[in-house]
């Protein structure tokens, strides 16, 4: 079956059901049953999953396996968050070495980074309170980022360079700007590109390598999360990767029993048989208020793509979504009014925890709102239509439960990519963008 021939037929398939569809994986669990998805619909979807082998194809990326055809590249960074791999038990040395010579003999860290060195690493730090080492993130581009920094006492700072490539113009730029090239015994750096960093002038053991075969977008589980490590510890970062791979290991269920792949499906049922055209993610918990941050970088960079992944051929479907969301307490205030009445539907997503805060009360309320809505009212004005969703819930907020949410996101987006047949793993559109600023900066 093709994937166009799969959309035909959804769509011809009744759009009402009462499916009552849980799934849960260890920390998490998502109620799809709003979504009312129809037995015949979900069916549907498995006999393509089945045919297309979904499963087996997870599993062979998991495994190393050549899957960003573009580059000739492996996705390795299911290995670090794989207890049993090389990379695992090497990052784990290497962070362990670096985060003793960082606490013993520096202040604070001013941490360069941007895209999905920044939004990963900034993830971790809004949702656990800060601890042991003050930590100064800073994304580039703009000096007025920044300025409070320059001039100042810098001398028991540590500064480090989170760049793939050792080639990123914000994060070397502005590390520039506020040292004037006269800290580079302090700094250190998260590379792929050890010898460039060398070169620059960074101590062989400030470097903290980055394997090649990791997307930026897919960073969090390697060095990349150092300023995680030096707040709150080996074992706490362990317990994150410890979540990645629970996740990992859902995804080679069933789709009954898979959440990332349930997750999936309704992504692209909504996408591609209803014509939903955005991903609204809101979170009740303060501490996860920039997820969809993370997400939309995640989801867009790699499902923004328009051709077959193995002969370049234009697509005559849609694919990726655009990415958008919110704090839900703050979000009421601003665009709920848009969700509830507006004229255009989102494939909506609301996370949180279980508490008794005033927060959990407000999502319990406004998942009763779309759910129900108020067809009894008389006044059009008032009316308030049922809107489709589905709802994630977190056991707790802690680095196990955090990191399977990753992860569950993360495969969630490899499994729609196999939908679309498009290459998760590049993003040329980006580099052009690098491209040409090059090009000006040398006019």
């Known amino acids: 079956m093709k994937f166009t021939d799969l959309i035909m ?26 979504f009312n998805f129809s037995d015949q619909a979900i069916s549907l979807f498995e006999t393509y999953i089945e045919e297309n082998k979904f499963i087996e194809k997870f599993q062979n990326i998991r495994n190393g396996q050549l899957c960003n055809l573009t580059e000739n590249r492996s996705a390795s960074h299911f290995q670090y968050r ?31 980074g941007i895209g999905g060195s920044f939004l990963g690493p900034m993830l971790l730090n809004d949702a656990f309170s800060t601890k042991g080492k003050k930590v100064i993130f800073v994304t580039g581009s703009d000096p007025n980022e920044y300025m409070g920094l320059i001039d100042t006492d810098l001398s028991k700072t540590a500064f480090v360079l989170a760049s793939k490539s050792f ?24 590379t792929a590109s050890a010898t460039k960093a060398q070169d620059y002038g ?10 090649v075969n990791t997307g930026g977008r897919f960073s969090i589980w390697s060095a990349i999360n150092l300023a995680f490590c030096l707040c709150h510890g080996l074992d706490a ?13 859902n995804a080679t269920n069933k789709l009954s029993e898979n959440l ?52 370049g051929t234009a697509l005559d479907y849609q694919t990726g979504m655009i990415v958008w969301g919110g704090y839900g307490p703050r979000s009421q205030h601003s665009f709920y009014q848009h969700v509830f009445q507006g004229t255009k ?75 679309w047949d498009i290459n998760p793993f590049d993003q040329w559109g980006v580099e052009l963008g690098k491209i040409n600023t090059k090009a000006e900066l040398e006019k």
């Open 9 to 34: 037929q959804a769509q011809n398939i009744s759009a009402k059901g009462n499916k009552d569809l849980h799934i849960s994986c260890n920390k998490l669990s998502a109620d799809q049953s709003a």
């Open 82 to 112: 794989d207890h049993k791999s090389n990379l695992y038990q090497n990052n784990i040395e290497v962070l362990s070495n670096i985060v003793e010579q960082i606490n013993n003999n520096y202040e604070q860290v001013i941490f360069f």
């Open 167 to 190: 080639s990123t113009i914000e994060t070397l730029s502005s590390y520039e700007h506020i040292t004037s090239g006269q800290h580079l015994d302090n700094t250190f750096a998260i």
């Open 202 to 211: 960074i101590k062989e053991n400030h470097i903290l390598p980055l394997d």
């Open 237 to 249: 970062y362990k317990a994150f990767l410890e979540g990645g791979a629970a996740a990992d290991n």
């Open 260 to 311: 990332a792949l349930s997750l999936s499906m309704q992504d692209v049922y909504a996408n591609n048989v209803l014509g939903m055209e955005t991903s609204l993610l809101l979170n009740y918990d303060w501490n996860l208020r920039n997820f969809y941050q993370y997400a939309q970088q995640l989801d867009m960079e790699s499902l923004g793509k328009s051709v077959n992944q193995h002969d």
């Open 345 to 419: 539907d989102s494939n909506l997503y609301l996370i949180s925890t279980k508490n008794d805060h005033l927060n959990y009360k407000q999502f319990l309320g406004q998942t009763k709102s779309l759910r129900d809505g108020n067809d009894f009212e008389d006044d059009t004005h008032k009316l308030v239509n049922k809107r489709k969703f589905t709802t994630i819930l977190l056991d707790d907020i802690s680095p196990e439960s955090i990191g399977e949410l990753i992860a569950v996101w993360e495969n969630k987006t490899i499994f729609n990519s196999m939908f």
